[in-house]
C-alpha cells in the first residue's frame, strides 16, 4: 500500500526535528535530503520513508510506542516544575512531537520499572480504562514482616482504600520472603500498591513494576528504552 505524502515542513515539525521555518535552511545545508537525491522544498510531497535528517532515517511516525526503564526520582509529567521528568531521558525532539508523547498512566517518583509512552491517543485510553483490566506487576519491598493474611485480603476484593466509594479488585499477592512481595493488579488507582500495603498496616520502603500486560523489561538498565511494536499490546 502507497504510504500517504505529506508536506516536507509539516512532517518534520510534527516529529520534533525543526520549526516549518528552518526546513529551507536545512535543506541548504544539506542535513535535510531525498533518499533518492531529489529536489526538496518546504512544501514539497514526501512520504515518511522517502526523507532523511543528517543522513539518518526519520523517527517513527504518529503510533510510537516507547517501553522505559523508569529510574526512582523521576517524575511522570511534562511540567518542569515538578522535577526531573521522565521526558528528559528521551531524545529532546521527542518532546516536540505532535501529537505529543504522553505515559500510559504514571508511576511516582519514587516508583521504578516498566513505563510505556506514546503518542497514539486512541492507544493511551485502551490501556488505562479500567474495563480493559490490564494485569500490572508490583515488587515491593515492606518496612515490617507480612502478617500472612494479606494474600486473601488482597485476593478478596473487598480491601477499602481511604476516600475511595469501591473496593479494589481481587489481587494476587506471592510471598518472596518476610518483607519481600510481588503482587499483581488489574486497576491503576492513585499509589493503588502503596495504599494496598497501608490498608494492612504496612508501609512500602521501594517498589518496582516489573511487568506490563505481556511486556517485561528484559535487559534494559535504569533510564534505557526501546521502541516496541504496538500491535504486540
Same mark, same amino acid.
Given at each position: 500500500?502507497?504510504?500517504?505524502?505529506?508536506?516536507?515542513?509539516?512532517?518534520?515539525?510534527? /516529529?520534533?526535528?525543526?520549526?516549518?521555518?528552518?526546513?529551507?535552511?536545512?535543506?541548504?545545508?544539506?542535513?535535510?535530503? &531525498?533518499?533518492?537525491?531529489?529536489? /526538496?522544498?518546504?512544501?514539497?510531497?514526501?512520504?515518511?520513508?522517502?526523507?532523511?535528517?543528517?543522513?539518518?532515517?526519520?523517527?517513527? @511516525?504518529?503510533?510510537?510506542? #516507547?517501553?522505559?526503564?523508569?529510574?526512582?526520582?523521576?517524575?511522570?509529567?511534562?511540567?518542569?516544575?515538578?522535577?526531573? /521528568?521522565?521526558?528528559?531521558?528521551?531524545?529532546?525532539?521527542?518532546?516536540?512531537?505532535?501529537?505529543?508523547?504522553?505515559?500510559?498512566?504514571?508511576?511516582?517518583?519514587?516508583?521504578?520499572?516498566? /513505563?510505556?509512552?506514546?503518542?497514539?491517543?486512541?492507544?493511551?485510553?485502551?490501556?488505562?480504562?479500567?474495563? &480493559?483490566?490490564?494485569?500490572?506487576?508490583?515488587?515491593?519491598?515492606?518496612?515490617?514482616?507480612?502478617?500472612?493474611?494479606?494474600?486473601?485480603?488482597?485476593?478478596?476484593?473487598?480491601?477499602?482504600?481511604?476516600?475511595?466509594?469501591? @473496593?479494589?479488585?481481587?489481587?494476587?499477592?506471592?510471598?518472596?520472603? @518476610?518483607?519481600?512481595?510481588?503482587?499483581? #493488579?488489574?486497576?491503576?488507582?492513585?499509589?493503588?500498591?502503596?495504599?494496598?500495603?497501608?490498608?494492612?498496616?504496612?508501609?512500602?520502603?521501594?517498589?518496582?513494576?516489573?511487568?506490563?500486560?505481556?511486556?517485561?523489561?528484559?535487559?534494559?538498565?535504569?533510564?534505557?528504552?526501546?521502541?516496541?511494536?504496538?500491535?504486540?499490546?
Amino acid at each position: 500500500m502507497k504510504s500517504s505524502k505529506v508536506r516536507l515542513d509539516k512532517l518534520l515539525s510534527s /516529529l520534533g526535528y525543526c520549526s516549518r521555518k528552518e526546513v529551507a535552511s536545512f535543506i541548504r545545508e544539506g542535513i535535510i535530503t &531525498h533518499t533518492l537525491n531529489l529536489p /526538496l522544498k518546504n512544501d514539497t510531497k514526501v512520504s515518511h520513508n522517502e526523507i532523511l535528517f543528517d543522513s539518518e532515517p526519520l523517527d517513527p @511516525p504518529m503510533g510510537m510506542v #516507547i517501553l522505559m526503564h523508569k529510574p526512582v526520582g523521576y517524575v511522570c509529567s511534562h511540567d518542569d516544575g515538578e522535577g526531573r /521528568l521522565v521526558y528528559d531521558l528521551l531524545p529532546e525532539r521527542w518532546r516536540l512531537r505532535d501529537p505529543k508523547i504522553s505515559t500510559v498512566g504514571r508511576l511516582d517518583k519514587d516508583t521504578s520499572g516498566l /513505563l510505556l509512552l506514546t503518542d497514539d491517543g486512541a492507544l493511551l485510553h485502551r490501556l488505562t480504562s479500567p474495563k &480493559h483490566k490490564v494485569p500490572k506487576v508490583y515488587e515491593a519491598t515492606l518496612d515490617r514482616a507480612l502478617k500472612g493474611d494479606e494474600a486473601e485480603i488482597f485476593a478478596s476484593g473487598t480491601l477499602m482504600l481511604g476516600g475511595e466509594k469501591t @473496593p479494589c479488585l481481587p489481587a494476587k499477592l506471592e510471598v518472596i520472603d @518476610p518483607t519481600h512481595a510481588r503482587l499483581e #493488579i488489574v486497576e491503576g488507582r492513585y499509589h493503588q500498591v502503596r495504599r494496598m500495603f497501608a490498608a494492612v498496616g504496612n508501609h512500602v520502603v521501594a517498589l518496582h513494576r516489573s511487568t506490563f500486560g505481556t511486556l517485561e523489561l528484559g535487559d534494559l538498565k535504569a533510564g534505557e528504552y526501546r521502541l516496541i511494536d504496538k500491535e504486540s499490546l
